[in-house]
């Protein structure tokens, strides 16, 4: 059976309106502004507030989209939401989606991939596209992570923040695919390092559990000696099955889970300060939204000229990683 080719034809973003700088979280626990710039180079993230939840700001995200892009949203055939914070463990954020914005012509269901959510979505919807399942499929990744921060713990607090991306991909209308090449991984072993625990109560009538907080628990030294041990190796796996060099890259759009590990990593890679889009001052670790909030920004401010080859790597709680190179084509946002 022939492959369809698939085409990334919209992208949006969409953060909360409440500001939370490095100096409110010194309010809140022993830290400062220092510190958290010079560990993490996160100056300020967004937090929801009121009744804002992953769900609001991924209907944000996904109508903006469908407005910029003139989309009906009744050709929608699949919505799928990647998220690790939903609102509620059912109905799944994409069904609540798929009502706000009127979709009623789409299946959408969630998938958990924590921040590598963006890439494994990709994969999925590439999957559907190319074997001619489904056209046109929206991605949803949005996190309200500081619903789930022990706003009493140092070490984890400074580092997360909440957003939303879309990403719109249907058949490509002249024969190019825009996902050049996409590889996933996950290593279940390791999913102590970053996790969020819900325990529940057992049955009364059953042997009592114990019951733990719902906070996000992350084990700051041993995610990044991951994310360095494992990414430079997948990074170069997935540029040879390509075909590509890092010359070939016009931009290297990663997880903005940390400003030390996207410099180690550029670094270690050869990628020059000019091709690395980074964001993580103004909105702090954003989980599955970061790459999308990224791109969109990026091209709205200038920093990525359109068409490009961009090389997008997303690595998260699981522990899972992921390499997508993609084209971005004029008039994406
Ligand atoms: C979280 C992170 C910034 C912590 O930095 P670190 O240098 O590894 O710090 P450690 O956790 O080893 O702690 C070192 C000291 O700094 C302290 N510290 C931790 N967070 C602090 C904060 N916000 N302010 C001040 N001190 C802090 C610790 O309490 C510890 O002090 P102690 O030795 O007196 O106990 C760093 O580990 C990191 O960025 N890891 C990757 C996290 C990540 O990317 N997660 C998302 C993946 S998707």
């Not at 979280?25 to 830290?31: F, G, N």
């Not at 719902?214 to 030294?221: F, Q, V």
């Not at 410099?263 to 702090?284: C, H, M, P, W």
Request: charged content about 25%; aromatic content about 6%; proline content about 3%.
């Amino acid at each position: 059976m022939q492959s369809i080719p698939v085409m990334i034809s919209g992208i949006s973003y969409s953060v909360p309106k409440t500001i939370v700088t490095n100096d409110e979280i010194a309010t809140l626990v022993d830290t400062s502004d220092e510190w958290i710039k010079t560990r993490t180079g996160i100056e300020e993230r967004r937090v929801v507030s009121g009744g804002e939840t992953s769900v609001t700001i991924g209907i944000e995200a996904a109508q903006k989209l469908i407005k910029n892009r003139n989309i009906n949203p009744k050709e929608i055939d699949l919505i799928i939401s990647a998220t690790s914070i939903p609102s509620k463990a059912y109905p799944a954020v994409a069904c609540e989606i798929q009502a706000a914005i009127e979709a009623d012509n789409a299946v959408a269901f969630d998938i958990t991939a924590a921040c590598s959510g963006l890439i494994y979505a990709m994969s999925i919807a590439k999957a559907y596209i190319s074997s001619g399942t489904y056209k046109k499929v929206l991605l949803i990744m949005t996190d309200a992570n500081s619903k789930f921060v022990d706003w009493t713990d140092r070490r984890v607090c400074c580092i997360f923040g909440d957003g939303a991306g879309a990403m719109l991909l249907e058949p490509s209308k002249d024969g190019e695919d825009d996902i050049i090449q996409i590889d996933l991984t996950t290593i279940g072993k390791l999913g102590d390092y970053i996790s969020l625990e819900i325990t529940g109560k057992n049955c009364p009538l059953a042997e009592r559990n114990e019951e733990k907080p719902l906070y996000i628990h992350m084990e700051g030294r041993e995610v990044y000696k991951f994310v360095m041990t494992i990414m430079p190796e997948k990074i170069g796996e997935t540029l040879k099955r390509a075909k590509l060099k890092e010359s070939d890259i016009d931009y290297f759009i990663p997880h903005q889970a940390n400003l030390r590990i996207i410099d180690a990593l550029s670094e270690r890679l050869g990628f020059t300060k000019e091709k690395v889009i980074v964001n993580i001052q103004k909105y702090g670790n954003t989980s599955a939204a970061s790459i999308a909030i990224a791109i969109t920004e990026g091209i709205q401010n200038g920093k990525i000229k359109l068409p490009c080859t961009a090389l997008l790597t997303g690595f998260g709680a699981g522990m899972t990683c992921g390499n997508a190179i993609v084209k971005l084509r004029e008039g994406i946002v």
